[in-house]
């Protein structure tokens, strides 16, 4: 494999805010939009019940609303993406437009799968989200720079101190968050491994 | 330790973490390297794939001009979308067809077994798991689904992965982890009658919160852990996730020893018994472990535990009042509140008599044996209520020939139960059976997520499997201990 991993040190865009805490992965994708063999096309169904009723008419819903439709950067509350671990949840995000997502926490499954897409999960408490969430509400079409390697959101004047897991933050800035190939590379000490381990007979 | 020499304890960022622990051993004993990430490159003793997650990645793969790496340590099934009532091919639903068709393609090109429904022994994943004797204690075990818990029971490491990470499972058996930090979750005394493991672990959930795992990994003992059977370990283990833990086990035992050698690894390889019986022993969490927290709770003060909202940590014992959302905790009320608006629920009342429309009997975390043979003690001789559908929905084939066998399917039939094929089905919608409009649903499985269970505006109330039985006669929520004549001991 000869494709170099992009290096994220940053993502920045407009806002979308998405309230609610215990946001589970059921709403971000529902099961009836994972029965495909491919991730194409999954952008369109991201938060599909919250955003149209029985007859596909459009609800009120943020990523319905026309000045957050060129949003890059969501934010939301405390454990977003808690159930299941369709990794659709965030391919359907991404390919909505969504290129980091900044909230009070998030299940661990779901921030494995975005930094897996070389998406951000950043963290921050509660108030710093919630005035993130209304600035982006007065301000849908300014900019959020999500500085992932100094650990901080600068929105209009203000600039917020938050979290990025230490692994994240590596695997992203160096360029090594598709681990694909980096594993391959110890393929030896795989086999060595698997020689050693009691309960491998094969 | 051998072929381990990247890893050094030194270099593990977290510094104050557990020791002794199974999950540090286990983590140790399958440490291949240690990235630059931080995180660890960890061999994964056993990969299981299903339809639903699996094929982007081959597609991955293939785009790669990658191969499957350990074809022999990989094993395949379906269970999200076949059909639990006609299983002829084509499936009826063409996109169910596609997927599964992708699936024998994938699992043919590549060498990987693969436990189809015309084998037998199809199921869900992680009810073929420990049938097969592919889950072994101290092994380390992924999927793409986030029930992979499950198999901690056995004693063994197991992580739900998503699609990107099942791809560097393929290609390299491996998968880059963080360390998490252990929990022990303490159940004493013994459970009063009626309570199962499910009640044990959705209360769990109630008290430390839907994200109070996270980053951790459970690790449940005590003498009411002790005391279950190995598919009531699966149970709490299943769920591990719905409190926000990346996985959890029981350490191995007896009555995890037992179990395993009638599984169909042991009975065709029975010198690998006591082959490996020193290895499992030796994974044990030792006396003196360390863990980064302890919980103990009361396990003889528990009850049967039902949810009245739609995350699984919206629990209740059932006689006790649904709480009204100002008096939990700020973060947990607007939740709440949207919670008993979408369920339909009062505060200051309890959920007996909760009207249900659908009985759901199934999933992974409650179709194995031991679940049916309960939900059946509650419906002999009994009929499902008027307007009520019922159905069983076995966690595997094996499950339903076992059940077969003992007449079960009868006595549900009889009762006015659907005696269906094994799969998913209703826990999470992705074939033929779902609720529609609002219907309300009693169900043995782990979510009652808004839509969870195939339409946006059911209601899902969880519960243990004698629960449902129990709701499904009656026609609405009924604590099992009160309804007559029935041995619940």
């Not at chain 1, 391919?91 to 779901?110: N, T, V, Y």
């Not at chain 2, 995180?39 to 597609?59: D, K, M, R």
């Not at chain 2, 798991?129 to 092994?139: A, R, S």
């Not at chain 2, 599984?263 to 003196?288: A, C, G, H, M, V």
């Amino acid at each position: 494999m000869t494709d170099e991993i992009p290096e994220i040190d940053s993502a920045s865009g407009s806002g979308v805010p998405i309230r609610g805490n215990d946001i589970d992965t059921d709403q971000i994708i529902p099961a009836r939009f994972m029965k495909v063999v491919t991730f194409d096309g999954l952008g369109e169904f991201a938060f599909f019940d919250q955003r149209y009723d029985e007859n596909d008419e459009p609800k009120e819903h943020p990523m319905n609303e026309p000045q957050f439709q060129d949003a890059a950067i969501m934010v939301v509350n405390a454990n977003f993406g808690c159930g299941s671990s369709r990794e659709h949840a965030p391919q359907a995000l991404m390919r909505w437009g969504i290129d980091a997502i900044i909230g009070e926490s998030f299940a661990e499954i779901f921030a494995g799968n975005c930094l897996a897409l070389g998406i951000p999960t950043v963290t921050a408490d509660h108030e710093t989200v919630t005035e993130l969430q209304d600035w982006v509400d007065e301000h849908p079409d300014a900019d959020i720079d999500v500085d992932v390697e100094n650990e901080t959101v600068t929105y209009g004047e203000t600039t917020v101190d938050v979290t990025v897991d230490d692994a994240q933050r590596k695997a992203l800035t160096e360029g090594v968050w598709d681990t694909t190939a980096l594993m391959k590379s110890n393929a030896d000490a795989v086999a060595e491994k698997a020689a050693s381990l009691p309960y491998v007979d094969d | 330790m051998s072929g381990n020499a990247a890893a050094t304890t030194a270099s593990y960022r977290v510094t104050d973490m557990s020791e002794g622990t199974l999950y540090d051993k286990v983590w140790e004993e399958h440490t291949v390297s240690e990235l630059p990430t931080g995180q660890t490159q960890l061999f994964c003793g056993l990969h299981l794939i299903h339809e639903v997650t699996s094929p982007q990645a081959f597609g991955m793969l293939q785009e790669r001009d990658l191969e499957v790496a350990y074809p022999n340590r990989t094993h395949a099934t379906v269970d999200h979308i076949v059909p639990t009532s006609d299983q002829s091919r084509p499936f009826r639903d063409d996109a169910a067809e596609e997927m599964m068709a992708e699936l024998e393609q994938n699992v043919r090109d590549a060498g990987i077994n693969f436990s189809d429904p015309t084998s037998g022994e199809q199921g869900i994943v992680h009810v073929i798991g420990p049938e097969k004797g592919l889950t072994q204690p101290g092994m380390t075990i992924v999927c793409g689904d986030s029930h992979t818990s499950t198999h901690g029971a056995f004693g063994a490491l197991a992580f739900g992965i998503g699609t990107s990470q099942i791809r560097d499972v393929l290609a390299t058996q491996t998968v880059a982890m963080e360390k998490k930090k252990v929990r022990k979750i303490e159940v004493t005394g013994e459970l009063g009658p009626g309570v199962e493991a499910k009640d044990v672990i959705l209360e769990i959930i109630r008290r430390l919160g839907t994200e109070g795992g996270v980053g951790y990994v459970y690790e449940y003992a005590g003498e009411a852990i002790e005391n279950l059977d190995m598919e009531g370990r699966m149970s709490i283990c299943n769920m591990s996730i719905e409190g926000g833990a990346r996985a959890g086990y029981v350490n191995p035992d007896e009555t995890t020893y037992d179990w395993l050698k009638e599984t169909e690894y042991f009975q065709e390889n029975p010198e690998r018994f006591d082959e490996l019986k020193p290895y499992w022993e030796s994974i044990r969490s030792d006396e003196d472990a360390e863990y980064d927290d302890v919980v103990t709770i009361d396990g003889s003060e528990l009850e049967p535990v039902v949810t009245w909202g739609t995350t699984p940590g919206q629990g209740v014992g059932i006689t006790q009042p649904i709480p009204a959302p100002e008096d939990l905790p700020e973060e947990k009320q607007d939740t709440a509140r949207m919670a008993q608006e979408h369920m339909g629920v009062t505060p200051g009342e309890t959920m007996e008599g909760y009207e249900i429309d659908v009985a759901f009997l199934g999933s992974c975390t409650n179709a194995r044996m031991p679940d049916l043979r309960r939900a059946a003690g509650v419906v002999e001789g009994r009929q499902v209520a008027d307007d009520v559908r019922a159905m069983v929905v076995p966690g595997s084939q094996r499950v339903k020939a076992a059940a077969e066998a003992e007449g079960l399917d009868e006595i549900f039939t009889e009762a006015g139960f659907e005696w269906r094929e094994a799969g998913c089905s209703m826990c999470l919608g992705m074939n033929e059976d779902q609720l529609e409009g609002d219907e309300a649903s009693a169900s043995s499985s782990n979510r009652n997520f808004i839509g969870r269970q195939g339409s946006k505006d059911g209601r899902t109330v969880l519960m243990n499997p004698r629960m449902v039985a129990a709701a499904a006669v009656t026609g609405h929520v009924t604590d099992v201990r009160e309804l007559k004549e029935v041995s619940v001991a």
